[in-house]
């Protein structure tokens, strides 16, 4: 199963035009977004698993010039929380 997540950047001011670049071309990030608010760029990626998510934003997007801060929100779906119906499909 994919991990599908969005992660919320926050960034040193100025920095958003070079970053969504930057971020956008990161492997597993679909896309990236400039945004108002507290966060300034949001982007969205899909890995194959947790691991993968770890590297993605810890390494990845967190060494990317200007970020200061990131928050990850995982894409929870409802088949998720239904582990009998995942094991019907399975077989």
């Given at each position: 199963?994919?991990?599908?997540?969005?992660?919320?950047?926050?960034?040193?001011?100025?920095?958003?035009?070079a970053a969504v670049?930057a971020i956008s071309?990161?492997?597993?990030?679909?896309?990236?977004?400039?945004?108002?608010?507290?966060?300034?760029?949001?982007?969205?990626?899909?890995?194959?698993?947790?691991d993968s998510l770890?590297?993605?934003?810890?390494?990845?997007?967190?060494?990317?010039?200007?970020?200061?801060?990131?928050?990850?929100?995982?894409?929870?779906?409802?088949?998720?929380?239904?582990?009998?119906?995942?094991?019907?499909?399975?077989?």
């Amino acid at each position: 199963m994919r991990i599908t997540s969005y992660i919320l950047v926050q960034l040193a001011p100025g920095k958003a035009k070079a970053a969504v670049k930057a971020i956008s071309r990161i492997d597993g990030v679909k896309m990236a977004h400039a945004v108002t608010g507290p966060f300034d760029v949001i982007a969205f990626a899909e890995v194959p698993d947790l691991d993968s998510l770890s590297n993605l934003v810890l390494a990845k997007i967190q060494g990317v010039g200007g970020v200061e801060k990131t928050q990850t929100a995982v894409v929870v779906t409802p088949e998720s929380f239904d582990v009998k119906e995942r094991r019907k499909r399975s077989k």
